[in-house]
Each structure stands twice: as structure tokens, then as C-alpha cells.
């Protein structure tokens, strides 16, 4: 059927309950934010301080798109990421927050200077955050994060 995704299921099996990510730079306060609301992913991106964002869009994912970005979350093993990633003892870098919820699973995680994946305050595009980053931005087709 058309609109089938490569798995079989339905389009609407592949859709999140929740998806939230936001990335902020400590110290600039440069901001990204992705969230899936009303039949979108919404973009936007600016700095904490100012009233109305730098830039904005907004993107529908279709099904073999979400498919391939849930794929990806469970080999990274997103799932098993621990609630709280926070490195208090490094000044400035990233905070970071993630709510996702997909076929009865639920995640709530973020943290600041600290990523899954990764020994000190910074991440590589081999860690598990940089290998979701990058899924989040092929989902998207969003190049930036506030990193």
C-alpha cells in the first residue's frame, strides 16, 4: 500500500506520542529546539534573551522517516539513557533536554555539560548523543544545533 512504510505498518504506528529536544549554550544563551506538535516537527532557533526566535520553520517527517529515526533510537540505546546528565564541575557548554514517547515507551533525560556516550564535558559524532544528533537532524533536515 502506499502509505506503508518498508516495515508494513501504518503511517500513523510510526508517529510519536512526545518528541521535545532542546539544546541551549550556556553562557551565549543560543538556543535550538525541535518539537513534534499538531502533525509537525517545529523547528526554531535564537538566543533565551530575545522575544521572537532567529529563525523558525516547520517539516512534516513522513513515515519511513520517522521508521528510520525509531530504528536508530534503539541502536543507539536512547532508551536506556539515565535521567540526568550534568557535569558541575565544567563552566559553560551545552544543556540539553530530550522527552520522547513512541509505541508505550517513554523517555525524559537532559543535562548539562555531560552527554550519554561520553567520558568529560564534550561528545564526539561517534557518541551515542552525536549519533542522536545526527538522527535528529536527517529526521528533521534541521544542519544546526546551539552547541
Known amino acids: 500500500m502506499a502509505d506503508e512504510d518498508k516495515s508494513g505498518s501504518s503511517p500513523r504506528a510510526c508517529i510519536p506520542d512526545r518528541f521535545y529536544f ?12 525541535l518539537v513534534y506538535s499538531r502533525g509537525a516537527l517545529r523547528f526554531r532557533a535564537g538566543v533565551v534573551f530575545r522575544q521572537t526566535p ?18 536508530r533510537v534503539d541502536q543507539i540505546g ?11 564541575l ?10 520522547i514517547g513512541y509505541a508505550g515507551r517513554a523517555l525524559k533525560t537532559g543535562g548539562q555539560r555531560s552527554y550519554p556516550g561520553s567520558n568529560g564535558p564534550g561528545y564526539t559524532a561517534e557518541s551515542e548523543f552525536g549519533q542522536f544528533l545526527a538522527a535528529v537532524q536527517a529526521l528533521a533536515g534541521v544542519s544546526e544545533f546551539s552547541w
Open 22 to 33: 532542546h539544546t541551549e549554550a550556556i553562557n551565549s544563551g543560543e538556543y535550538s529546539e
Open 90 to 99: 565544567v563552566q559553560g557548554g551545552l544543556k540539553w533536554n530530550l522527552e
Open 78 to 88: 536512547v532508551w536506556n539513557w539515565k535521567p540526568d546528565y550534568t557535569n558541575s
Open 54 to 71: 532567529d529563525r523558525q520553520f516547520q517539516c512534516t517527517a513522513d513515515a519511513g522517516a520517522w521508521s528510520r529515526f525509531w530504528q
